[in-house]
């Protein structure tokens, strides 16, 4: 199946620097990929919507100068985290999607902690 | 009205048994619907994925569509413990300003017991 890998697994960073997190299918193309955040026990929250090529499209109460994504290639898409603080702290999930049949398979997901 | 609604459980079945879970959506015209398991601590998994009215079988699971009443089953037979997980029901907008993004149910918790 369609493999989608995510780096780091786990990061922990002091409040205040910022944190990249890369997205990248391995196994097909992707001309959009999608960033995801996620509290314990709550349901994913899509954050943007990233697309190759142009600039990523940001949800309501997201704000786009603190979440920088760029999307340079069919497979890569990356995620940092700027002047990061402990409420930044939570799980960051992309997922991309296949060109041919629109399914969506997720990476394993970034632990963000910010002490 | 969600959008996506599933009943978030928990469901409990016995080690064997048919697991049976449900989901319905709103948005009359969404053409692409998909079945995602999500373990504790971990993030979602597609396990299935279906397009056209009626069933489509992959091993012990069988997803069933029926577009006239807006409404997606998932069906895990022989349920192991290891299938205790979040099942997440989710759809592909087709219009409006989420065009093309997949909007989920809240998740249905499923425990099989030995």
């Known amino acids: 199946g369609a493999v989608v890998s995510q780096h780091p697994s786990w990061v922990i960073c002091k409040s205040g620097t910022s944190v990249k997190i890369e997205c990248r299918s391995l196994d097909f193309q992707a001309t959009t990929m999608f960033w995801y955040r996620q509290f314990p026990k709550q349901s994913l929250m899509l954050m943007a919507t990233s697309n190759e090529g142009s600039k990523a499209t940001y949800e309501q109460g997201v704000e786009k100068d603190k979440f920088l994504i760029n999307h340079a290639s069919l497979t890569l898409s990356t995620l940092t985290v700027t002047s990061a603080h402990p409420e930044d702290s939570s799980f960051y999930i992309c997922?991309?999607?296949?060109?041919?049949?629109?399914?969506?398979?997720f990476g394993p997901g970034t632990r963000l902690t910010v002490t | 009205q969600k959008e996506v609604e599933q009943n978030s459980g928990p469901l409990s079945v016995p080690e064997g048994a048919i697991a049976s879970l449900n989901c319905t959506y709103s948005d009359r015209v969404s053409q692409s619907f998909f079945w995602y398991r999500q373990y504790s601590g971990k993030s979602p998994e597609l396990i299935m994925s279906?397009?056209?009215?009626g069933d489509k079988e992959d091993g012990r699971f069988t997803a069933q569509l029926n577009k006239a009443s807006q409404y997606v089953s998932l069906l895990i037979r022989d349920s192991q413990p290891s299938d205790s997980a979040t099942y997440l029901c989710?759809?592909?907008?087709?219009?409006?300003?989420?065009?093309?993004?997949?909007?989920f149910g809240q998740g249905t918790i499923l425990t099989v017991h030995p």
């Open positions: 997922s991309a999607r296949d060109l041919v049949n629109y399914e969506q398979y």
């Open positions: 989710a759809v592909i907008n087709a219009g409006g300003t989420s065009y093309g993004k997949l909007t």
């Open positions: 279906i397009y056209s009215n």
